[in-house]
């Protein structure tokens, strides 16, 4: 634009960069000044229309119709030839998921899929859960410090993603060290060496992936009695071929470990960060663990790990008095719907009495809305009961946090906590 006049946009907005330092420190705060005076405004630095308010945000996600998820796992920075190439040569073939399919297909998957994340059905995984988190606990309680992502917050979340799954145990090890690749591939904005490394950790990922479904797919195949939701699906492949097909069992087995593991723990890490800051509530939950489920929720609200989200204009569309053309890509900023006061009073502040928190936008809304959102809050849940039982007397220690820069998951890489184990409660009541 040579012409500011003409532009309806103001400078801050058109030259938006979600890399830039004020959004990759806190996405709610580089967003305040759309949320007040521009909520939808179309960025030129990274050709993407962005949405910041709470009700505009919702009607983007309620109409996927209009605004179809197709661009929602798109590289937001393109890969370089030299990416490209490893790729092609590799065999890479990750294809549509649930979470960037269209309709009509998109319903008769998830549906196909349901059964799996039935209360009843996800019931049976808490015992799961809760021994992982205390034989993680057991390893470190008499050492009085401890970086809580290593120790425990990583690496629960990916065994439940496992287990969850069903993949055998001997492939969980190498399974492990896949999943960031596919973050910084998607939401992060490697430089062109990085590119290579990356495009050759995503093709490890998707050629392992087809590794563990095929002996997985060679169990169901000789009728073995197997659980899993991966095996649901190798089984609604079988019957359904059309819906749920060869491509997508392994575009999901790749992609379903990233979406049940790394958003999961770094929300568990930005759980621990903010209650631990905010002393009082912490106190409050360790003498009522009854409190924990509405903290959950609170910390999903205030600082959740799904930051943003994106869609694409199938025609030209009105979200908040603004047109947005067809083909227009759209960012939706639910970091900062979660702190829009016209939905949630005094919204910057934490506090885990809030009566509105589950409205929170972490987990998207309508129907792509997150068919594990039960899972991850259970997992939060149980985290936190551990923990604060067994650790009341916690402290953040003195620390610079450091976060993964990319446009989408948001939480610390390392959480590092200190406690005097003289105190720990069960040396007194053993
Ligand atoms: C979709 C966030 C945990 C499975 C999504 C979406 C978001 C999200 C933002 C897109 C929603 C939309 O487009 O409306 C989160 C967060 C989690 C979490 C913040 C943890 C705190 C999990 C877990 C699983 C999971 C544990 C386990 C399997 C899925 C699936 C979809 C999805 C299958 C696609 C649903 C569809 O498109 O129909 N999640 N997720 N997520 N998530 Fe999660």
């Not at 709470?54 to 798109?74: G, H």
């Not at 799961?128 to 990583?154: N, P, Q, T």
């Not at 068919?371 to 604060?388: F, L, P």
Request: contains cysteine.
């Amino acid at each position: 634009h040579d012409n500011d006049a003409a532009c309806p946009f103001s400078r801050q907005a058109r030259s938006f960069d979600p890399f830039g330092v004020a959004y990759q420190s806190d996405p709610a705060e580089a967003l305040r000044f759309s949320r007040e005076d521009e909520p939808v405004f179309y960025s030129e630095a990274m050709g993407y229309w962005v949405v910041s308010r709470y009700d505009d945000i919702k009607a983007v996600f309620r109409d996927n119709i209009t605004f179809s998820p197709a661009n929602a796992l798109e590289k937001i920075t393109p890969a370089t030839p030299e990416a490209v190439a490893v790729l092609k040569r590799e065999g890479y073939g990750m294809d549509r998921t649930l979470v960037n399919e269209d309709e009509p297909v998109h319903m008769a998957r998830r549906r196909a899929l349901l059964d799996a994340f039935a209360p009843d059905a996800l019931a049976e995984h808490a015992p799961m859960v809760r021994d992982l988190v205390r034989e993680k606990l057991d390893a470190i309680i008499e050492r009085g410090h401890s970086d809580l992502v290593e120790d425990m917050l990583w690496d629960v979340p990916l065994t439940v993603a496992l287990t969850f799954l069903g993949v055998p145990d001997d492939d969980m090890t190498t399974l492990r060290s896949f999943s960031v690749a596919h973050t910084v591939n998607t939401w992060g904005k490697p430089t062109p060496d990085q590119q290579v490394a990356v495009a050759e950790g995503v093709a490890k990922f998707w050629n392992y992936s087809g590794d563990v479904l095929a002996r997985m797919s060679a169990q169901v195949d000789a009728g073995k009695d197997v659980h899993g939701w991966m095996y649901d699906m190798i089984r609604q492949n079988r019957v359904m071929p059309d819906i749920v097909t060869d491509n997508y069992l392994q575009s999901m087995m790749m992609a379903i470990i990233v979406a049940a593991h790394e958003t999961t723990a770094l929300a568990s890490a930005n759980a621990f960060r903010e209650l631990l800051t905010h002393r009082h509530q912490w106190d409050a939950i360790c003498r009522d663990p009854a409190l924990i489920p509405a903290a959950v929720e609170e910390c999903l609200r205030h600082s959740g790990s799904m930051v943003a989200w994106r869609r694409i204009a199938t025609r030209d569309a009105a979200v908040g008095g603004v047109t947005i053309p067809e083909g227009g890509r759209i960012l939706m900023v639910m970091a900062s719907g979660n702190r829009d006061p016209r939905h949630f009073e005094n919204p910057d502040a934490l506090d885990i009495w809030r009566d509105n928190s589950a409205d929170h936008l972490t987990f998207g809304y309508g129907a792509h809305q997150c068919m594990g959102k039960n899972i991850g809050r259970m997992e939060m849940a149980i985290i936190i009961e551990e923990v604060s039982r067994r650790l009341p007397h916690l402290q953040l220690a003195e620390q610079e946090l450091t976060y993964l820069p990319n446009i989408s998951l948001r939480g610390p890489e390392a959480l590092r906590v200190t406690w005097d184990p003289a105190k720990n409660p069960e040396r007194q009541d053993p």
